[in-house]
Structures are given as structure tokens and as C-alpha cells.
Nanobody
């Protein structure tokens, strides 16, 4: 059974940093497109960042570009989201996701269409506040 488990969410002050982890079990993340989404209650799920399975190119929403970095560690079967210079508007539950097939849809599709994803973790809460 394929599973994704996010961790690393916390309460942090504006300007702070966090690193989120997305650990996979039941399958290998290598060559899968992996995306991070976030959601506030009452809002649509928003694509944040994605790493494409075919070539590991990375993509970011404009709102996080230059502050967030997505990376993959195949030995640990884990994808990370390094978040720097956090802002109150980054407050949300963050989810990682992937598709059954390799490499899956391109990140430019995935980030705008969360329903394309097949597997989701349960999320990790990030709160940015002074």
C-alpha cells in the first residue's frame, strides 16, 4: 500500500524557516513527480512546489519562488520542502502528493490541478505568526 507521511510543520515567527519532509512507503519516490500543496480551511488547495519525475526539474508557485526549495533524497525515499523567510500568508496545512505512474504529469499541469494526484499524505500544519 503506497503511503506518504508529511512531517516538520510547526509554529514559527515571520522570517523564520522550516523544512518539511514527505516520506514514502510501499513504493519508491524515484522518478515520480512529487508535489507539495497547501490549504487553508475554506480555501481551494493550492500548488506550492513540484519536482518532475523525468528530470528532477523543480517548479514553484510565484508566491513562494525564491523562498522555498524542493528536493529529493532517493536513498531515504523522502522529498523535502525547505521554506525560508516565512510569512503569515504561508500559514496552512501542507500536503505532499504523487501519482501512480512514472513520471506522471508535468509539474506545470500538476500544480494547477490537484485532482490529478493519486496519493496524498495527511498533511502537516505550518503556522507563521508573531
Amino acid at each position: 500500500q503506497a503511503q506518504l507521511v508529511e512531517s516538520g510543520g510547526d509554529f514559527v515567527q515571520p522570517g523564520g524557516s522550516l523544512r518539511l519532509s514527505c516520506a514514502a512507503s510501499g513504493f519508491t519516490l524515484d522518478r515520480h513527480t512529487i508535489a507539495w500543496f497547501r490549504q487553508d480551511p475554506g480555501k481551494e488547495r493550492e500548488g506550492v512546489s513540484c519536482i518532475y519525475g523525468a528530470d528532477d526539474k523543480t517548479f514553484y508557485a510565484d508566491s513562494v519562488k525564491g523562498r522555498f526549495t524542493i528536493s529529493r533524497d532517493n536513498d531515504k525515499n523522502t522529498v523535502y520542502l525547505q521554506m525560508n523567510d516565512l510569512k503569515p500568508e504561508d500559514t496552512a496545512t501542507y500536503y505532499c502528493s504523487t501519482q501512480r505512474v512514472q513520471p506522471g504529469d508535468h509539474c506545470t499541469v500538476v500544480l494547477g490541478f490537484y485532482r490529478a494526484m493519486d496519493y496524498w499524505g495527511k498533511g502537516t500544519l505550518v503556522t507563521v505568526s508573531s
